[in-house]
C-alpha cells in the first residue's frame, strides 16, 4: 500500500509541475503580448535596431530578382540584344517574336512557381539562412547562362533555372521579416521587400540605358555579368545572420531560440524587454495554432479558418497584376510602341521605378498617420482604375496628335506607378506577412504568391496577343 501511495503522489507532482509550468509559460506570454501591443514604433526601433538590420539585409536578395526581370523586359527594347536573338521585323529592324518573348517571362514563372512550392518545405526545415545561402550559391552558377548564351532557347533554360531560388526569396523574405520584428515594426519591414523590387528595377534600368551607345555583344551581356556583384556582399553577411526565433521555437529548440532572440534586439531600459517572456509568447501562440490545425502542409491551409486566410492572402497577391502590374516589365518597350525616342523611353522607365522606391516610403508615411491598410487597398484601386482608363482613351488620339499622346501616356504611366506603389502595390507585402498564422506563415504566402502568377502569366499572355495586333502595329 505504501508503494502505491508514494506512486500516486509522485504521478501527482509532476501533474502539478505540469500545471504550474503551463500556467508560468501562459502568464509570461500574456506579459509579452501586452508589452508588444503597447510597444510605439520608436520604441520598436530602438528595441530591434538589429533585426532591422538583418531583415533589410536578407530582403536584399529579392533586388537581384528585380535586376534581373528589369533587364529582361527592357531588353526588348534593346537594339543589340533584338539582333542576337531576334529576327527581322519587317521594318529593317530586329526584334525578338512575341511568342518568345512570353516563353522567357513565363519561363521565369513556372521556375517561380516551382519555387514557391519548393520554399514551402524547405525554409521550414531547414531554416531561413541555410535556404538563403544555398540560393545565392545557385545563383553564382546559373548567371554564367546569359553572359555566354548564343541563343534564346539557352535565355529559357537559364530564366527557368533562376526562377526557383527567386520563388524562394520572392516569400522567404517576407516570411523573415514578418517573424524577427515586433508588430510595430512589421508592417514596415515587410512592405521594404518592394522597395528592394524597385532599388533593382532602377539599378538594371541605368545599366541598360549606360549601354544604349555599344554596338558589340557585350552591350547586353555585361549587365548580365553585373549580377554577380551582388553575391559576395550578401552571402558573408547573410552568413552571420541569426536564424528566426519563431522557427527555432516550431522546432522546439528554445535555448537556440532565446539566444537568436538577443542577438535581434539590444538593452533599452524603455521598453522593459524579457527575452523569457518573449519566447514564452511563442511557445504559447505555436501550441495554440497546433491545437487549431492538425498539421503543418499544404493542405492545412485549406482546412479550418486557415482557408479563410489563404483566400484573403491569395487575392491580396494577385490584385497587383489585376490591377495593372502585368505591364510595367514592358514599360520601355511600350512607350517605344507609343511614339517615344529610345532614349526618353528608358528615361520614362527610370522614373517609374524612381517613384516605385520613393513611394515606399510614402505608404509607411500614410500607415504611420493611421490610414487603414484596407483603405488603402481600395482608394488605390480606384485610382488606378481612372489611370489605366485614361490611358486606353488615348489609344483614339488622331494620328495628327500621336506625339503628344504618346508623352501624355508617359506621363499617365508615371501617375499609375505613384498611385501603386503609395497603395497596393507596398501595402501588399505588409498584409501577406501578417494574415496567416505563425505556424503555416511560409506556406500560405507561398500559395498567395503563386495565384499572384498564375494572374501574371494569363495577362502576359493577353499582352502578347495585342502586341502581335496588327491594329496595335499599325497605330504605333
Known amino acids: 500500500m505504501s508503494g502505491q501511495s508514494s506512486d500516486v503522489g509522485d504521478v501527482g507532482e509532476k501533474q502539478f509541475d505540469r ?44 533586388a537581384m530578382e528585380g535586376y534581373d526581370l528589369c533587364l529582361l523586359g ?47 518545405i524547405v525554409s521550414e526545415r531547414f531554416g531561413y539562412k541555410k535556404t538563403v545561402l544555398v540560393c545565392l550559391a545557385i545563383m553564382a552558377g546559373l548567371i554564367a547562362i546569359p ?8 535565355l529559357l533554360v537559364y530564366y527557368i533555372l533562376a526562377g526557383i531560388p527567386w520563388g524562394i526569396w520572392q516569400t522567404l523574405t517576407i516570411s523573415y521579416a514578418a517573424e524577427v520584428c515586433p508588430v510595430a515594426l512589421r508592417g514596415y519591414l515587410t512592405s521594404y521587400v518592394n522597395f528592394c523590387w524597385g532599388l533593382g528595377q532602377i539599378i538594371g534600368v541605368g545599366v541598360i540605358k549606360s549601354q544604349l551607345g555599344r554596338e558589340d555583344s557585350w552591350a547586353y551581356k555585361l549587365p548580365w555579368a ?26 522546439n529548440k528554445l535555448e537556440e531560440a532565446k539566444r537568436s532572440l538577443l542577438r535581434l534586439t539590444t538593452s533599452n531600459k524603455e521598453t522593459d524587454f524579457d527575452a523569457d517572456e518573449t519566447i514564452s ?27 479563410r486566410r489563404t483566400e484573403i492572402t491569395c487575392m491580396v497577391w494577385a490584385i497587383q497584376n ?33 517613384i516605385n522606391m520613393v513611394g515606399v ?41 500621336s506625339n503628344q499622346a504618346a508623352y ?36 500560405t504566402v507561398a500559395l498567395g504568391r503563386c495565384a499572384y502568377i498564375v494572374v501574371g502569366i494569363s495577362e502576359r499572355a493577353a499582352l502578347e496577343v495585342e502586341k502581335e495586333a496588327p491594329v496595335y502595329l499599325e497605330k504605333a
Not at 529576327?87 to 511568342?99: I, L, R
Not at 502585368?326 to 507609343?338: D, I, L, M, R
Open 361 to 401: 516610403f510614402g505608404a509607411w508615411a500614410l500607415m504611420s498617420w493611421g490610414v487603414g491598410r484596407r483603405s488603402l487597398y481600395l482608394y488605390g484601386l480606384c485610382g488606378l482604375f481612372t489611370m489605366l482608363l485614361l490611358i486606353g482613351c488615348l489609344h483614339f488620339v488622331p494620328a495628327s496628335s
Open 408 to 443: 501624355a501616356t508617359g506621363g499617365l504611366m508615371l501617375g499609375w506607378a505613384t498611385v501603386y506603389q503609395l497603395t497596393v502595390g507596398t501595402i501588399c507585402f505588409s498584409l501577406v506577412g501578417e494574415i496567416p498564422s505563425r505556424r503555416l506563415l511560409i506556406k
Open 74 to 120: 527592357n531588353f526588348y527594347a534593346f537594339p543589340q540584344f533584338n539582333r542576337q536573338f531576334g529576327g527581322p521585323d519587317g521594318k529593317g529592324g530586329f526584334q525578338v517574336s512575341a511568342p518568345w518573348q512570353a516563353g522567357l517571362s513565363n519561363g521565369a514563372n513556372v521556375g517561380e512557381f516551382i519555387g514557391l512550392l519548393v520554399n514551402g
Open 281 to 307: 509568447m511563442m511557445v504559447h501562440t505555436t501550441e495554440i495554432e497546433k491545437q487549431a490545425t492538425i498539421g503543418a502542409t499544404y493542405l492545412d491551409c485549406f482546412r479550418g479558418i486557415n482557408l
Open 147 to 154: 553572359v555566354t548564351a548564343t541563343s534564346v532557347e539557352a
Open 322 to 354: 489585376l490591377s495593372g502590374n502585368s505591364f510595367t516589365g514592358y514599360s520601355t518597350y511600350f512607350f517605344q510602341q507609343a511614339g517615344i525616342k529610345t532614349d526618353d523611353a528608358f528615361s520614362f522607365t527610370l522614373g517609374q521605378f524612381g
Open 19 to 62: 500545471s504550474h509550468d503551463h500556467k508560468h509559460i501562459v502568464d509570461h506570454a500574456k506579459a509579452a503580448t501586452d508589452k508588444e501591443e503597447k510597444m510605439t514604433l520608436w520604441q520598436g526601433i530602438r528595441l530591434y535596431p538589429k533585426a532591422i538590420a538583418w531583415s533589410v539585409l536578407i530582403s536584399t536578395c529579392i
Open 226 to 251: 553585373l549580377q554577380w556583384m551582388w553575391i559576395p556582399p550578401l552571402f558573408i553577411g547573410i552568413l552571420f545572420a541569426p536564424e528566426s526565433p519563431w522557427l527555432l521555437v516550431r522546432k
